[in-house]
């Protein structure tokens, strides 16, 4: 795609001034000696959904997994800085990891349904958390998460088969689904649609652009027209630094960074 097409579908984007949701200052990341993300401070919001790209290494799941502490399961990762969620520190000792997790939920780029009923998938993370007072209550989050989710119509007459039976694009819907019946305030999500054919990737694209405002999402991406369709913030990295932060419109038609604008021509990858 030519960068004036990217410019085109970006230029529609409108990004809305607004609080921000999480805030990360000065987050540093190190892998032992590596130093894999340097600085980076940030503002996510609920009105907008955030893109991070960059050439592959550059730190975007890095800084992506200190949003909801992932980075703590990874042997040898340490994490410098300040990240707050609603004004509250996230690395703070008292910080229960479980419900930081619940409120800032994550997606992969494989989707990972468990190997249960499509509606177990959805009902286990509110079972422990307590979210449901009684089997009617159970059903109802289902329901509406499977809503949300853009999948009801396609697995309601099914909601006992198995979640791995579902097609790649249903299994991502899925794991969104239950992402949302936690009832969080954020959703990362780290390559959602790589794995999935381009209709598979059109319907989790509109799904993002319906759960803006609800949800803050962030959604790391390797295709620019991805975020360009569906971001209306983007972050650019590059070797572990963030090189521009800005509206995305700005940043496919305008960018201020030689860097950035590199990247978005397809001078490297
Ligand atoms: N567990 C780890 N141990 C050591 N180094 C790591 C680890 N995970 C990532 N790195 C290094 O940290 C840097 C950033 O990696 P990261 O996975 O965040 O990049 P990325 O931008 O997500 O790349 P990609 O687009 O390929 O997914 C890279 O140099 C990578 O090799
Ligand atoms: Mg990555």
Redesign the pocket.
Known sequence: MSTDTLARIASKQEAVDAPPLMTARDVHVY??K?H?LKGVSIDITRENVTAFI?P???????FLRCFNRMNDT?D??RVTGRIELEGEDIYAPEMDVVQLRARVGMVFQKPNPFPKSIYENIAYGPRIHGLAASPQDMDEIVTTSLMRAGLWEEVKDRLQDSGTALSGGQQQRLCIARAIAVDPEVILMDEPCSALDPIATAKVEELIDELRGRYAIVI?T?NMQQAARVSQKTAF?HLGDLVEYDDTSVIFTNPKESRTRDYITGRYG
């Open positions: 892998y032992g590596k894999a960059g592959s290494g550059c730190g975007k799941s890095t990874v040898g990762a790391v390797h990295f």
